[in-house]
């Protein structure tokens, strides 16, 4: 028998309604065979707010490693010692192949990430001029995730094309002085109002699996959709040896298909988009993303960490009856 206390939440939403935190918070309590018709509902939930509509992300980690912030998850933190590649920012040429492959494999939105706490002098050169080789050579969505924004940077960039901002909170307030000391939660907030003043498409997310709570889950997403963000992207932590979350478990699949069903009942008329860590931590279970209520993926390699083809991607999107649209 279907859980009627889970369909009247849906039958709200679907009316155009929203649920208060006390009500996201008994759906953090749904469990066995009632976790799936939590997720089936919100599949209802993303096939009519979204339109049905499928796009799919791509990234060059642009500039890496040597991080000023001790962000505990982080394998380019200069407070770790993972051994990950460092290197400057890349050139323009480089960053454009990249674009104009994953373009041709069946992306849609492309973005360039370049570490550190804000890009300026050469890099903002880089990223701008790439930016507009980019418009010119594809008809990718162009974004950027370059850390915190002062309004004249914002205004290069979006001058030069970039339409989407992305930035992450990473996790609740109320936990986020377990993950990160090197700068306040409110100058994240303050970087995602910034994009959204300079009338970017803003992306924020977070990741899952951090040591949450399941109630530190719903404040996520609850401040996520207080700033109207456009797009929320999730992760899930893959544990990189040598940060203090390398002995942290992977999140268990069907706690990660609840959280993405949780997410989209609080923001039912937003982008949700899976991200790094979903091959590990969703392993066979992938393609229920959809089904849980995303509606966007991310594809091939993450920052430090590998991915899967967009091919396959692709495959799996297809073999659902789906289809990716810009």
């Known amino acids: 028998m279907f859980n009627t206390a889970i369909s009247v939440l849906a039958e709200k939403i679907l009316a155009n309604g ?12 749904v469990s066995g065979a009632d976790l799936f018709d939590m997720i089936a509902c919100a599949g209802k939930i993303r096939e009519k707010k979204t339109e049905d509509r499928i796009f799919s992300c791509a990234i060059i980690n642009a500039k890496s490693g040597r991080c000023s912030e001790d962000c505990a998850y982080c394998a380019q933190s ?65 974004c950027a995730s370059l850390g915190a924004l002062t309004l004249p940077v914002a205004k290069r960039l979006r001058d030069a094309g970039i339409t989407n901002y992305h930035h992450n909170l990473e996790t609740a307030e109320s936990h986020f002085h377990k993950i990160c000391t090197t700068h306040e939660y409110r100058e994240d907030v303050e970087t995602v109002e910034l994009a959204k003043q300079a009338g970017f498409t803003v992306c924020s997310g977070g990741i899952l699996g951090l040591g949450e709570t399941w109630e530190q889950r719903v404040e996520l ?11 929320v992207p999730l992760n899930f932590l893959n544990p990189v040896p040598g940060t203090p979350m390398q002995s942290r478990p992977l999140v268990p699949p069907l706690d990660a298909l609840k959280s993405i069903a949780l997410f989209r009942f609080i923001n039912p008329g937003k982008n949700i988009t899976i991200c790094g860590g979903r091959e590990k931590t969703l392993k066979e279970f992938q393609s229920w993303i959809f089904a849980a209520g ?7 390699d993450y920052l430090t960490t590998q991915g899967r083809s967009i091919q396959t991607d692709m495959e799996m999107v297809k073999d659902l009856g789906l289809r990716v649209v810009s």
Not at 113 to 135: H, N, P, T, Y
Not at 221 to 231: E, H, M, Q, R
Not at 294 to 300: E, I, P, Q
């Open 294 to 300: 995303a509606n966007a993926f991310m594809g091939g």
């Open 78 to 142: 200069s407070f770790h010692n993972t051994g990950v590649a460092t290197y400057p920012m890349r050139g323009v040429d480089e960053i454009l192949e990249s674009a104009v492959g994953m373009a041709s494999q069946g992306a849609t939105h492309f973005s360039m990430v370049s570490s550190g706490f804000m890009a300026k002098g050469r890099d903002l050169d880089v990223i701008c001029r790439a930016a507009e080789g980019i418009r010119q050579a594809t008809p990718l969505t162009v």
């Open 221 to 231: 997403a609850f401040t996520l959709g207080s700033l109207d963000v456009d797009t």
């Open 18 to 29: 929203q649920i208060t935190r006390e009500e996201a918070l008994t759906l953090t309590r």
